[in-house]
């Protein structure tokens, strides 16, 4: 607002300023004329300024009440909206507890409703079964005119109450019976079961000892002929070890005459042992050696005879 006024003001100024120098410029004047047009054209200024500064205030005042007013009602409006939607919520509260009322007095009718026909149905059927009790006691009639036969006839009795009792101790006993004649039956089905799982169990079981001493007799059998085999070839081995051994004593018998013929000595630091056959043998081939390179020489000297004999002729 500051500046619209400094914008007014200058305006004002302005017009008033080109209207002194449009005066100027017409009439020249003198000097304490100009002065007084200017105090007058600032005087007239200032009651201008002072006019629009008070139209000012009266408009800004006008303004700020109408600001005032404006923000009032704004909030009346503000508060007759809350009251307005306090309203409607509690109206919509009031008509879903009025639905919901509603409903659950349709429900308590419908459930009424229901019951009065569970009701009906009941009655039927106790009118029904009063129907059939009461064909049942005409039917039972002979029974009773039985049982009062029957007591005139049973001494032990006082009154049919007595009989009946008598009658139902008995019926108690018999079901009594035959229940436990039923859990008898059931007790044997299970021993029965029981037994013939016992015995299939054991033959399984005796089955399985059949199979396993059937292997176990296989084995043996197989055993057995292994130490057959390993008999015969131990046996085999044993007159092989003798053959062996005659062998063997044949050539310590012959490399111990062998020995004695190259005039091998027993005993003693130059003499073999008797049992050192391996030592014969080498003596022996010592020998042999010794007379086969004798035999060399001696074939050598005759053949060089020989040759001399040839030249000289």
């Known amino acids: 607002m500051s500046v619209e006024l400094e914008e007014c003001i200058r305006t ?156 139902e101790t008995l019926m108690s006993t018999r079901e009594h019976l035959l229940r436990r004649q039923s859990e008898v039956e059931r007790q044997r089905e299970r021993d029965s079961v029981e037994l013939r799982r016992c015995v299939s169990e054991q033959n399984s079981i005796l089955l399985q000892h059949n199979n396993t001493l059937s292997q176990l007799q296989t084995e043996l059998d197989d055993v057995l002929t292994h130490t057959l085999a390993q008999e015969s070839s131990w046996n085999h081995i044993q007159a092989a070890a003798v053959k062996e051994t005659h062998l063997l004593s044949q050539i310590k018998v012959v490399t111990l005459n062998l020995y004695h013929m190259t005039g091998g000595m027993m005993g003693g630091d130059e003499g073999v042992n008797v049992d050192d056959t391996v030592g014969q043998l080498d003596r022996i081939r010592m020998y042999i050696e010794d007379r086969t390179e004798i035999l060399s020489h001696l074939r050598s000297d005759r053949s060089s005879r020989s040759s001399r004999l040839t030249d000289g002729e």
């Open 12 to 167: 004002v100024f302005e017009e008033h300023l080109s209207e002194s120098v449009r005066v100027q410029k017409e009439d020249v004047c003198s000097g304490v004329t100009r002065l007084l047009d200017k105090r007058r054209q600032i005087k007239h200024v200032d009651d201008v300024l002072r006019r629009q500064r008070q139209e000012f205030e009266v408009k800004r005042e006008s303004l700020r009440q109408r600001k005032e007013e404006v923000k009032k009602k704004e909030e009346n409006l503000k508060d007759s909206l809350l009251k307005f939607d306090k309203f409607l919520k509690e109206n919509d509260a009031k008509r879903a507890r009025g639905v919901k009322k509603a409903e659950s007095e349709r429900a308590v009718l419908r459930e009424r409703e229901r019951e009065l026909e569970r009701l009906h149905t009941h009655i039927a059927a106790l009118l029904v079964k009063k129907e059939k009790l009461q064909e049942r006691v005409e039917r039972f009639r002979v029974y009773c005119e039985f049982l009062h036969t029957a007591l005139k006839t049973a001494t032990e009795f006082e009154d049919v109450g007595q009989l009946v009792a008598r009658f």
